[in-house]
């Protein structure tokens, strides 16, 4: 089983930065991949970011060039790191951990799942 635990959340204005933590525990030797999701009132689970255990990350549309995702491998952590926020990023914020070698834009390729927290951006 692995464990994970974000940390990082809360109140911005719009253009400001903010990083997200995720802290994964267990049996980190299983994870090929991290994966960041958030889920905004009323819409659907959607993906923002991954890295692979390669090193190789991914990105969503919306974020491309304003979000970072990195780790450390020693911490067993992965950040977000989120700059020139909008108020349309403001979204429950969600890590997750995969097993497996597959598509990280799905939200069902990920096995672990943390509590998330909460990102919210005012205009």
């Known amino acids: 089983q692995v464990q994970l635990e974000e940390s990082g959340g809360g109140l911005v204005q719009a253009g400001g930065s903010l990083r997200v933590s995720c802290a994964a525990s267990g049996r980190t030797f299983s994870i090929q991949a991290m994966g960041w999701f958030r889920q905004a009132p009323g819409k659907e689970r959607e993906f923002v970011a991954a890295i692979r255990r390669g090193g190789n990350t991914y990105y969503a549309d919306s974020v491309k060039g304003r979000f970072t995702i990195s780790r450390d491998n020693a911490k067993n952590t992965v950040y977000l790191q989120m700059n020139s926020l909008k108020p349309e990023d403001t979204a429950v914020y969600y890590c997750?951990?995969?097993?497996?070698?597959?598509?990280?834009?799905?939200?069902?390729?990920?096995?672990?799942w943390g509590q998330g927290t909460q990102v919210t951006v005012s205009s």
């Open positions: 997750a951990a995969d097993r497996d070698i597959g598509p990280l834009r799905l939200e069902t390729e990920y096995e672990y």
